[in-house]
C-alpha cells in the first residue's frame, strides 16, 4: 500500500516569503504529526491533528502552523521564514500510536 | 517535559563485534520506539515496544523495554557495514513523540 507521500521534496525560498508544506497520510491513517529536523535541535514535534483537529502542538512560534482536511491530507505553514528555519521537515501518520510511519521529509532551505 | 536520553551519541565499531546503545526516558509511558536514519534519507520504524519486559528481534537488532527503569536497549549482534546509520529511540505522551538525540553508528571493516 502507499506510503506517507510529502511534497515537495525540496523547496529554496528567501526570508520574509511564506512556505507550505504537504502531507498525505498511509490510508486509513487519522493522525498526521509534523517533526522538524536540524543538526543543532535535532528531531523537534511540531504538531499533530486528528480528524481535522489539533490534538497537541510543540514549542515552536506562532509563525508555524498546520491543518488538516477530510481527508487527512495535512499541511503545515511557515510564515515571515528565518535562516533558522531551514530543515528537514518529516511529517508522520499513524494508526492509533502504534507507530508512526514517516514521509521522505521536505528538505526546506532559506537563504 | 519529555525527555528522552541515549548514549552513546556516537558509536565506532568493527564488523563483527557487538554493542548496546542505551535510550531512557522520562515518563511512564509503556510505548517506546525504535528508527533508522541514513544520511539524507527519512526515518524507518525498526521496533515499537508496548509493554515492560517486550523484546523484539529484528536480523542482528534486538530491542528491549524495562518500563520500571525507564530504559530500553537496542543490542547489535556481529556488527556489519549495512548496519550503518543514525539510530533513534522515541516515547510518546499523548500523541506526541519525543525523540533522543541520536546515536550515530559507524561499523568499520
Known amino acids: 500500500k502507499a506510503g506517507v507521500t510529502q511534497t515537495p521534496r525540496y523547496l529554496i525560498k528567501t526570508r520574509g516569503q511564506q512556505v507550505t508544506l504537504s502531507c498525505s497520510p498511509i490510508?486509513?491513517?487519522?493522525?498526521v504529526s509534523w517533526y522538524q529536523q536540524t543538526p543543532g535541535q535535532g528531531l523537534q514535534f511540531l504538531f499533530e491533528?486528528?480528524?481535522?483537529?489539533?490534538?497537541n502542538k510543540g514549542n515552536f512560534p506562532g509563525r508555524f502552523s498546520g491543518r488538516q482536511f477530510s481527508n487527512s491530507r495535512s499541511e503545515m505553514n511557515v510564515s515571515t521564514l528565518e535562516l533558522g528555519d531551514s530543515a528537514l521537515y518529516l511529517c508522520a501518520s499513524s494508526l492509533a500510536f502504534y507507530g508512526y510511519t514517516f514521509g521522505s521529509g521536505t528538505r526546506l532551505t532559506v537563504v | 517535559e519529555l525527555k528522552v536520553e541515549q548514549n552513546p551519541l556516537f558509536l565506532s565499531m568493527q564488523e563483527e563485534k557487538n554493542y548496546t546503545i542505551y535510550c531512557n526516558y522520562s515518563?511512564?509511558?509503556?510505548?517506546l520506539y525504535w528508527y533508522r536514519q541514513d544520511p539524507g534519507k527519512s526515518l524507518e520504524s525498526l521496533f515499537v515496544?508496548?509493554?515492560?519486559?517486550a523484546v523484539k528481534q529484528e536480523g542482528r537488532l534486538m530491542a528491549s523495554l524495562d518500563t520500571k527503569a525507564r530504559l530500553s536497549t537496542l543490542h547489535i549482534t556481529a556488527a556489519v557495514h549495512d548496519l550503518s546509520a543514525t539510530y533513534f529511540c522515541g516515547e510518546t505522551s499523548g500523541s506526541r513523540l519525543t525523540f533522543g538525540e541520536g546515536t550515530q553508528l559507524t561499523v568499520n571493516p
Open positions: 491533528y486528528f480528524s481535522e483537529t489539533q490534538r
Open positions: 515518563t511512564t509511558s509503556d510505548r
Open positions: 515496544l508496548l509493554s515492560n519486559g
Open positions: 490510508s486509513g491513517h487519522r493522525s
